[in-house]
Nanobody
Framework: QVQLVESGGGLVQAGGSLKLSCAAS????????MGWYRQAPGNERELVAA???????NYADSVKGRFSISRDNAKNTVYLQMNSLKPEDTAVYYC?????????????????WGQGTQVTVSS
């Protein structure tokens, strides 16, 4: 089993910054893509940013130039640096990872989600 544990959410004023972290632990063989999603009340969950094992990234148009995703493969951890935060960034942020596990001599791929961390940006 694998767990994703997020940290770093909180309350910040508009224009401020926060850094989210998500650490994966458990029976990990390798990690492919890792990413951050968010869900505001009444809205569907949406992709914020993703980073692949090779380091390539993609971002939602709404956060380009303000957010930066990175990962530390040695620590199985992904980060989301959020700058110039806006009230519309307020949401629960979820970590997501595509993880390969070795079970019974065979590699299996699973998608995991973190428990979510609240980010609130006041105007």
């Amino acid at each position: 089993q694998v767990q994703l544990v997020e940290s770093g959410g909180g309350l910040v004023q508009a224009g401020g910054s926060l850094k989210l972290s998500c650490a994966a632990s458990g029976s990990i063989f390798s990690i492919n893509a890792m990413g951050w999603y968010r869900q505001a009340p009444g809205n569907e969950r949406e992709l914020v940013a993703a980073i692949r094992s090779g380091g390539s990234t993609n971002y939602a148009d709404s956060v380009k130039g303000r957010f930066s995703i990175s990962r530390d493969n040695a620590k199985n951890t992904v980060y989301l640096q959020m700058n110039s935060l806006k009230p519309e960034d307020t949401a629960v942020y979820y970590c997501n990872a595509d993880i390969a596990e070795l079970r019974g001599g065979t590699i299996h791929y699973y998608e995991y989600w973190g428990q979510g961390t609240q980010v609130t940006v006041s105007s």
